[in-house]
């Protein structure tokens, strides 16, 4: 049976893994909060500093999910995770900072280019794990989990054996990231839509 073995819900002002908050922003910190994030987590990959907002969502949630799963990325061949990724904005938030730069300086940034495209958090996350399995980022109107269940059912018959999915929402003010995996194993978390809903909304556990 397909489970999700571990998902991770960032958004404006807490991290979630697991619905275990692991982090939550600091108002005051003159820090983003992706990189307060970062830092708490005690991650170390410099080229976070130079990725936009999306790669650095996607990078996040991804690691926090491998944390949380941590045999995951030996239990498969280089070829056998598919990555199937979606948002309403595509990559909006840095077209305009693009657009922005030119105004400013006159010619484009070159650094803001080369993420022009929502699809580049899939190669961030492929180079740094080497996963050379099936990918695709779609732009949707909404978070949809029929498209998951339906793309991961095509993946799944043709060859993958894990899927890391999600909505990776991130604009000017905007932060709603929802990402999971989904494996062949013992578990009580069907990948079926009412789950994928119900974790996409999943709140913090209050622990006493």
């Known amino acids: 049976m397909k489970v999700i073995t571990a998902y991770c819900n960032l958004r404006a002002d807490e991290c979630l893994v697991n619905g275990e908050l692991v982090a939550r922003r600091d108002a005051g910190s003159e820090d983003s909060w992706f990189k307060q994030i970062y830092r708490k987590q005690g991650l170390t990959y410099p080229k976070f500093y130079k990725m936009d907002v999306l790669s650095q969502a996607g990078y996040l949630a991804s690691e926090l999910i491998k944390r949380a799963n941590p045999g995951i990325t030996g239990a498969y061949a280089d070829d056998e995770i598919a990555m199937v990724f979606a948002n309403a904005s595509s990559s909006a938030e840095t077209d305009r900072r693009?657009?922005?730069?030119?105004?400013?300086?006159?010619?484009?940034?070159?650094?803001l280019f080369v993420y022009t495209l929502?699809?580049?958090?899939?190669?961030?996350?492929a180079i740094l794990n080497k996963w050379f399995g099936e990918n695709m980022f779609a732009v949707l109107p909404n978070f949809a989990p029929?498209?998951?269940?339906?793309?991961g059912q095509i993946l799944f018959g043709s060859g993958s054996r894990a899927l890391l999915g999600g909505w990776l929402e991130?604009?000017?003010?905007?932060?709603?990231?929802?990402?999971?995996?989904?494996?062949?194993?013992?578990?009580?978390?069907e990948f079926n839509r009412e789950n994928l809903l119900r974790l996409s909304q999943a709140a913090a556990q209050v622990t006493s």
């Open 146 to 151: 029929g498209f998951y269940l339906n793309y």
């Open 170 to 189: 991130v604009t000017a003010n905007t932060t709603d990231v929802f990402l999971f995996t989904v494996e062949d194993k013992g578990g009580n978390v």
């Open 98 to 111: 693009f657009t922005q730069s030119y105004k400013d300086g006159g010619s484009p940034s070159p650094s």
């Open 118 to 125: 929502p699809n580049i958090v899939l190669g961030e996350i």
